[in-house]
């Protein structure tokens, strides 16, 4: 299971972090995603880090504004957004993809709103 946290209503430049804990599995075997869908767009790629935080990547869009970072003590994965655009606003939804490829979890997803 995961359990998003942390969204809400943010004025444009500002900053937020949301955090996914993890639960009912083993949470050091997946890598961690977060992924966002935003008014009119498909389902896209925000970012990832890989179960030990050996391998991180972003979106084009984001890079140099958000961070992610993992607990694997807590089973807890954050994005910590900075320099906030209104066109960052959208639900966001946590992903555990395991290592091997074969299996994923899903979070329900949390709404980030970033005023003009």
């Known amino acids: 299971q995961l359990v998003e946290s942390g969204g809400g209503l943010v004025p444009s430049g500002g900053s937020l972090t949301v955090s996914c804990a993890a639960s009912?599995?083993?949470?050091?075997?997946?890598?961690m995603k977060w992924h966002r869908r935003t008014p009119g767009k498909e389902r896209e790629h925000v970012a990832t880090?890989?179960?030990?935080?050996?391998?991180?990547s972003y979106t084009d869009d984001v890079k140099g504004r958000f961070t992610i970072f993992r607990d694997n003590n807590r089973n807890i994965v954050y994005l910590q957004m900075t320099k906030l655009k209104p066109e960052d606003t959208g639900v966001y939804y946590c992903?555990?993809?395991?290592?091997?490829?074969?299996?994923?979890?899903w979070g329900q997803g949390i709404q980030v709103t970033v005023s003009p």
């Open positions: 880090i890989g179960t030990v935080a050996q391998t991180i």
């Open positions: 992903n555990a993809h395991h290592w091997m490829g074969n299996y994923d979890y």
């Open positions: 009912g599995f083993t949470f050091s075997d997946y890598f």
